[in-house]
Every structure is written in C-alpha cells, then in structure tokens.
C-alpha cells in the first residue's frame, strides 16, 4: 500500500529556530506539493513541484520559507527563522502527473513558541 | 473567480442515518472534481473523484457523489453512516489539466450512537 511519508510528525521549537520537514512521495509519482492546514486560513498551497522542478511557489513566504527537492525520492520545506504564526499542519502530496490526484501524507504538526 | 463552498460547517448525524454533505463550486469550465475526508490527526484520503463520464461516482467506505452541472454541485451521500464516519470532510475542485486545487473549508462530521 504506497503511501506518502512526513517527519517529523510533531515538532515544537522556539521562536527563532530553523525547521525542517521532509516529505518522501510515493515511488513513481513526479509531482509533489506542499500545503499549510490553519483553522483561520483552511489549506493553503504553499509550493508544487514538477520532475524535481519547483514550478510555483508564490504561496510561500519568500524570506523564510524555502522548498527543495534534492531526489526524487525527498522533498523538503524549511522555515528559518520560524515564527509563531508559522504554527500550523504542513501537508505533502504527491501525484502522478499536473491534474491527475493527489495523495496527502500524514502532515507535520508544528507548533512554535 | 474560482471558489469552492461548503455551506455547513459542522453536521451531526445518528449512527445508521442517511448523509448527505453540500458543495457548490463556482468555475468557469468542467473541473476537475473530489472529496477528500480527514480523520484527526491525520491526513487527508480521497474518498472519489469526478473528472467526467457518468455524474454518479462511486467512491469508498461506502460514500457516493452526484455531479450536478446545472446546480455547480457535487454532493457527498452516504446511505447509512457508521460512527467510523465521523471526520472532517473536504469538497476539492481541481481545474482539469492544472495543479491548483482550491479546497474547500471543510464540513465536520458528528455521529451520535
């Protein structure tokens, strides 16, 4: 049953601290996104990625939020420096291809202090 | 512009009682169609998706949708739902052939025993 990974699943840090999350997408799928879950803002896509390659990631805060994907088999998404509003769940999805569904993994819960 | 609307925030529903959860879109061309359900703490798994063909999608746990083209809705039914059901669902609409799901806020689920 293929499935999409994310750790941590929790992470608490302070104010200030670089966090890092990390997806792994299910094997052969060459899209992967990133979203923000917050009770005020509902989902949020956040980046989206194509073959590896970051096609859009105007919902990002480009100062401190930056998305990679060094192999087709990780995905990251680090915030630094984080801050208290970047308190939310970070969702990864990935999909076989632009249009096609997309599967979510289990999220990252983050909270920062 | 694109929305997708959930009109009913939270519902609560006996357990063996009939469902049916709302969703209006509003977009310009046929969409891409799907409800996701989110249990706590998790992440989101489709329940089904429309992307064309017959307006009566079947998906699974035993849940159903009717695209209605004329009424820009897509409604999730249950016949007889279980107290597993209680969760938070998500109507989606996808542009066809394009990566940008706009989600919307989500109906929660109570089941009363």
């Known amino acids: 049953d293929a499935r999409v990974t994310q750790t941590p699943r929790d992470k608490v840090t302070e104010m200030g601290q670089e966090v890092t999350m990390r997806c792994q997408p299910i094997?052969?799928?060459?899209?992967v996104f990133w979203y923000r879950q917050t009770m005020m803002q509902g989902l949020e896509l956040l980046a989206y990625?194509?073959?590896?390659?970051?096609?859009?990631d105007s919902g990002m805060p480009k100062d401190r939020f930056s998305a990679e994907m060094p192999d087709a088999t990780l995905a990251t998404l680090k915030i630094q420096p984080s801050e208290p509003r970047d308190s939310a769940v970070y969702f990864c999805?990935?999909?076989?291809?632009?249009?096609?569904?997309?599967?979510f993994g289990p999220g990252t819960r983050l909270l920062v202090l | 512009a694109q929305s997708v609307t959930q009109p009913d925030i939270h519902i609560t529903v006996s357990e063996g009682a009939s469902l049916e959860l709302r969703c209006n879109y509003s977009?310009?061309?046929?969409?891409?169609l799907f409800w996701y359900v989110q249990s706590p703490g998790q992440g989101l798994q489709l329940l089904l998706k429309?992307?064309?063909?017959?307006?009566l999608v079947q998906g699974i746990k035993g849940f159903e949708a009717e695209f209605k083209r004329s009424q820009s809705s897509f409604n999730l039914r249950k016949p007889s739902v279980h107290w597993s059901d209680a969760a938070e669902y998500f109507c989606?609409?996808?542009?066809?052939?394009?990566?940008?799901?706009?989600f919307g806020t989500g109906t929660r689920l109570k089941v009363l025993a």
């Open positions: 999805a990935s999909g076989l291809d632009t249009g096609e569904t997309q599967y």
């Open positions: 094997l052969g799928h060459n899209t």
């Open positions: 990625f194509r073959n590896r390659a970051p096609l859009d």
């Open positions: 977009y310009g061309a046929t969409p891409y």
């Open positions: 429309y992307f064309s063909g017959d307006t």
């Open positions: 989606a609409v996808g542009p066809m052939g394009t990566y940008k799901y706009i």
